[in-house]
């Protein structure tokens, strides 16, 4: 963890001592905080979920509580493994794509990368309802030039000249983002 998680770390655990019902006071933060340098935060707060659930299936609160409890809490999530997919999550899983879905794919996250490095805000808050909007935008232009290069490849043999595939590109991208400018506008 790093310093400006501190605020966060505390919070989940002061929600931790407090379902195991003990007192939390400052030189039990500051133990906590330096025994779990090496964890992240993101698996600290799992820890806490974890740790948890597990008391819902108890006797009641630990007698003692201590840095090795979080740790071994950690070690217990690392061996669970994730199950096996059905094969029907196996097969929503799996990809149809072609080499054009690729090329598509890696245009559109570089299109995404340079744009958003420009400007951060560029397509709304990060998870909003603005930014998703905008990116099926930005995907539906992707698939329609993927689709493009289909029909226009019909031997397979990737004849297309790249001078055309990035006209085509920058004409899908370009209205895209004009529908983005002119919806942020509105």
Known sequence: ????????????LAILFAGVDKPLGEAAREAFWKGLQRMELVEFARCVTHLLADL????????????????????????????????????????????????ANTRLFKHVTRTLSANPRRYGPPWSGT?????????????????????????????????????????YIGRAEQSIAQQALA
């Open 56 to 103: 819902e299936s108890s006797d009641g609160p630990p007698k003692r509580f201590s840095l090795a409890d979080i740790w071994h809490a950690k070690r217990e999530l690392r061996a669970k493994a994730p199950p096996k997919p059905t094969p029907t999550q196996q097969a929503e899983l799996a990809w149809d794509g072609d080499r054009w879905d690729l090329r």
């Open 131 to 171: 930014m998703r909007e905008h990116t099926r935008r930005l995907v539906a232009a992707k698939n329609a030039w993927a689709a493009d290069m289909r029909d226009l490849d019909d031997q397979g043999a990737d004849a297309i000249p790249e001078r055309t595939q990035v006209a085509i590109w920058q004409d």
């Open 1 to 12: 963890m790093i310093e400006g998680e501190r605020e966060e770390f505390e919070r989940q």
